[in-house]
């Protein structure tokens, strides 16, 4: 299973960016209760967990992003979003998608995709 992600571009600080990442190839019924985040990781610094879903769908942030981050979930299209508003040069980084579960035995991570926001 490959997860695509996409959507990083560059944008001026203030700005927003959608990310997007689908699990095309998998089944929905394994897609729906699996767990859903997106990490990210600026040059110089480790992976960092932003946001996650569970797999009934309860978000949790982290601190930094907590009001101005949303990620989401289309069950049917077998994808997830992170909508990131009131972007700041700090949100730069490469950011990952990760569908994973303990139920079915897997954890996939997207190829990253890069957000430079500038000020």
């Known amino acids: 299973v490959q997860l695509q992600a996409s959507g990083g571009g560059s944008v001026r600080a203030g700005g927003s960016l959608r990310l997007s990442c689908a699990a095309s190839?998998?089944?929905?019924?394994?897609?729906?209760?699996?767990?859903k985040a997106w990490y990210r990781q600026a040059p110089g610094k480790e992976r960092e967990l932003v946001a996650s879903?569970?797999?009934?769908?309860?978000?949790n942030y982290s601190d930094p992003v907590k009001g101005r981050f949303t990620m989401s979930r289309d069950n049917a299209r077998k994808k997830v979003y992170l909508q990131m508003n009131s972007l700041g040069p700090d949100d730069s980084a490469v950011y990952y998608c990760?569908?994973?579960?303990?139920?079915?035995?897997?954890?996939?991570w997207g190829r990253g995709t890069l957000v430079t926001v500038s000020s």
């Open positions: 990760r569908i994973q579960s303990k139920d079915y035995n897997f954890d996939y």
């Open positions: 190839r998998m089944i929905t019924s394994v897609f729906n209760p699996s767990e």
């Open positions: 879903l569970t797999g009934n769908g309860s978000p």
